[in-house]
């Protein structure tokens, strides 16, 4: 009874979620009432016997039922907090980062020096420029200053959404393969799923294939355009920041960025603590960069500027969704759903193409958050190959549908790119990428591990 109420409520939040525009209601707020709500139904509904009460309980002999539960709810709930204010506090300081970089218009070191004429050259740039970033600052980032980039150089609206497509793409793929560079290989690598090292020799070549196939495509698609160029795209707009305080902000913020799987290998301490590392030290540098300034230049370069344009929304949506996750995995639901996923798929690497495929529809967020539930490190250790394969299928099969990733919506929103449009335009292309760095994937672990 109580497992029917729990799924229900986290199906009706989910589907919340999902059609958040129809509905008129923040995906954030439904992400937030569905966990409390699945947490407090345990909470009122219990005692009830399942295995990880059950194996609970006999670390707490001579306990009454009643009481035994409540420490087992606070523990469990505990637990999960835990892991997921890693996540949550990791996501905060990369941002802020991020954040600090852009009010100092440090992008512009890329953007600025950008000047192809000619489709194909910048096809290519853009998506290796795509590709590359997302693996050092997050697919979503990334995507917001390609877009900006591609506004200040084609001028055609149609032209600049193919662009925007293989952005999507790229920055999807060049996520997958980094543990700071999509949010679910983020999780998967704080969760101790996979190791920084592993994960980047592993995937670096099927996500690169899996980003230049649809280039390629593309490319014999673009031979005859001719492109439409702003005649001042190379223009230097004047800013409260010099040339060079945005050099020294962006390449501060770049190595910052790198140093937190290095800090985490050398360590041991979780992420979190070197990514807070990180931000503390460009921070100060931020400060000593702009302490001959007066009050009123300083403001909009400070700290408290940067913070408030973080997408705070979005820290609260994974907080929801992923206390409505932990309850789900501590009334053993989701290891019910791997037992009969194993069972009637079996073959596991079918199981995660399939959630890969999954996530081009459904947030991919929820998607791996509950694939961590579903099967326990000590059956499937770290670095084991069903890790590997999902960070790559949920990373980027979400560019499949533009609705399917953080990158694809941020788009969306951009360059007000139709659902229909880019299924038709990039949709195939986005599916053929993702096969074919699957294949590579499977290929060069046979090969590696036969």
């Known amino acids: 009874m109580m497992e029917l109420l729990v799924i229900s409520c986290f199906v009706i939040g989910y589907l919340a979620i999902v059609f958040e525009h129809p509905i008129k209601i923040n995906k954030t707020a439904s992400a937030l009432v569905t966990g409390i709500i699945c947490w407090t139904i345990i909470a009122l509904i219990g005692p009830v016997s399942y295995t990880s009460f059950t194996d609970f309980q006999l670390l707490l002999p001579g306990v009454e039922e009643t009481e035994a539960y409540h420490h087992f709810l606070t523990h469990s709930l505990g637990h999960h907090v835990n892991e997921i204010a890693q996540i949550l506090f990791f996501l905060f300081g990369a941002m802020t980062i991020v954040e600090l970089v852009d009010v100092h218009g440090g992008f512009r070191v890329i953007t600025d020096r950008i000047k192809l004429k000619n489709p194909i050259p910048l096809l290519w740039l853009v998506a290796l420029l795509a590709f590359i970033l997302s693996a050092i600052l997050d697919n979503l980032t990334t995507t917001i200053v390609m877009i900006a980039l591609l506004r200040k150089i084609i001028s ?34 704080i969760g101790g799923q996979i190791s920084s090292v592993n994960i980047m020799k592993m995937l670096f070549i099927p996500s690169l294939v899996c980003a230049i196939v649809p280039v390629l495509i593309l490319s014999f698609r673009l031979k005859n355009m001719k492109l439409e160029l702003f005649k001042s795209s190379s223009e230097v707009q004047e800013g409260d920041a010099t040339n060079v305080e945005r050099s020294i902000m962006f390449y501060s913020g770049i190595l910052a960025l790198i140093f937190v799987p290095v800090f985490k290998t050398l360590t041991h301490l979780p992420p979190m603590m070197g990514m807070m590392l990180s931000l503390g030290i460009v921070w100060i540098i931020s ?14 370069l400070s700290v408290a500027h940067a913070l408030s344009k973080i997408d705070s929304s979005s820290i609260l949506f994974f907080l929801g969704i992923l206390l409505a996750i ?18 009637t798929v079996g073959n596991e690497d079918v199981i995660v193409f399939i959630i890969g495929l999954a996530s081009a529809v459904i947030d991919n967020v929820p998607l791996v958050a509950a694939s961590m539930g579903m099967y326990d490190l000590s059956q499937y250790p770290m670095d084991h190959k069903l890790w590997e394969f999902m960070a790559y299928c949920s990373g980027t099969g979400g560019s499949i549908l533009i609705i399917g990733s953080a990158a694809g919506v941020a788009a969306m929103g951009m360059e007000k790119i139709d659902f229909g449009w880019y299924l038709k335009k990039n949709g195939f292309l986005a599916f053929l990428g993702y096969l074919a760095g699957a294949i590579v994937y499977l290929v060069l672990y046979s090969l590696m591990y036969k």
């Open 156 to 189: 055609s609206v149609d032209q600049r959404k193919l662009f925007a497509g293989i952005v999507i793409i790229a920055a999807n793929a060049g996520g997958a393969w980094s543990p700071i560079g999509d949010v679910t290989t983020t999780m998967l690598w």
């Open 326 to 343: 932990s309850a789900l995995q501590t009334i053993d639901v989701l290891a019910s759903f791997s037992a009969w996923m194993n069972v």
């Open 287 to 300: 400060e000593i960069v702009n302490n001959h300034k007066d009050e009123e230049l300083k403001k909009p």
